[in-house]
């Protein structure tokens, strides 16, 4: 389960502080709680192309086998070196399923990637905390870029992509230190070539989530490890999510670290708002234009937008 702490509270900062960390708490929650309320009302098609789909087991943890969900290419070939996007879902570390990022999976795989939805361990299904969840990350993307070549994909071209604690996840698999899985290969990296992020929680820095053992966990949040050589970013938020705050510290970070990161805002729009129409369209447009110009895709986004949908803003 994840908790959190305190420090340094009177017992009116404490009211304060549990009031914002119980809002950021149902916020980091709302992408996976969509993605199963999705399951009963159909969720968001962003393409109609038929494409292959297969199941791999990744990991074997004492909670059980994870496995990745691959979508190919229609026009896949036995010699192909593909870019790869790897998704992980939202829920607060605690909730949440891979079928929420099935729109966009489907979406880019028809575009040209392969495309990747991760499970991981999380609180209320495996009962494990929250730094195992970063473990879990690292070891798929891992698992990813050692089956390249029977995937399909060009191991120099992974993207890791995710929504609130899911974005978290991709970010860490990039920049946070520690939290290896034992039986990983060290020798194989977990460090993404870039990163698509929906409203990833990037830093908390006034509370600690802690470990299996009561311990806050340290070296959790990715931001404070941005350095230079960093992968290139984009960033999704709305601008009445409160964790927009944590966007905009990432882009002013990299900004001085002369690292390329873009940080796109929905007016008006709160939290998980890219999990529903029009902005899943929108949101996934604005990517597939990301990836295009770091060359991993080709051409037109495949998605057209109906004259007077609303625009995401480039905040600079």
């Not at 992974?158 to 990983?184: C, M, N, Q, Y």
């Amino acid at each position: 389960m994840l908790r959190a702490v305190f420090i340094n509270s009177s017992p009116m900062k404490l009211a304060i502080t549990s009031l914002s960390l119980a809002v950021v708490i149902a916020a980091l929650a709302v992408p996976g709680a969509w993605a199963q309320a999705a399951k009963g009302r159909g969720a968001v098609k962003l393409t109609t192309a038929e494409l292959k789909t297969s199941e791999q087991v990744f990991k074997q943890t004492p909670q059980g086998e994870l496995k990745l969900y691959v979508h190919y290419p229609p026009d896949r070939g036995k010699d192909d070196r593909r870019p790869a996007i790897i998704f992980f879902f939202g829920g607060a570390w605690k909730h949440g399923s891979p079928a929420q990022f099935l729109p966009q999976a489907e979406y880019f795989a028809a575009r040209g990637l392969v495309s990747v939805r991760a499970d991981y361990r999380i609180s209320s299904k495996h009962q494990t905390t929250p730094e195992k969840c970063i473990e879990d990350a690292k070891s798929a993307v891992r698992w990813l870029r050692s089956h390249a070549g029977e995937l399909g994909v060009d191991p120099d071209k992974i993207i890791a992509s995710g929504g609130s604690a899911g974005g978290h996840l991709a970010a860490a698999t990039a920049l946070v230190p520690g939290h290896e899985a034992k039986e990983d290969d060290a020798k194989v990296s977990c460090k993404p070539n870039a990163l698509v992020l929906f409203n990833p929680a990037l830093h908390f820095p006034e509370f600690s989530v802690k470990d299996a053992d009561g311990n806050p966990l340290k070296d959790f949040w990715p931001t404070p490890f941005l350095k230079k050589g960093a992968p290139p970013a984009i960033l999704f938020f709305g601008t009445n999510d409160k964790m927009v705050t944590q966007g905009r510290e990432y882009l002013a970070k990299s900004k001085e670290l002369g690292c390329r990161a873009e940080l796109y805002t929905a007016e008006g729009q709160g939290h998980g708002f890219f999990n529903r129409s029009p902005w899943t369209e929108i949101t996934a447009r604005q990517a597939d234009l990301f990836l295009a110009s770091l060359g991993y895709l080709q051409g037109e986004p495949a998605l057209k937008l109906p004259d007077g949908a609303p625009a995401l803003k480039r905040e600079e």
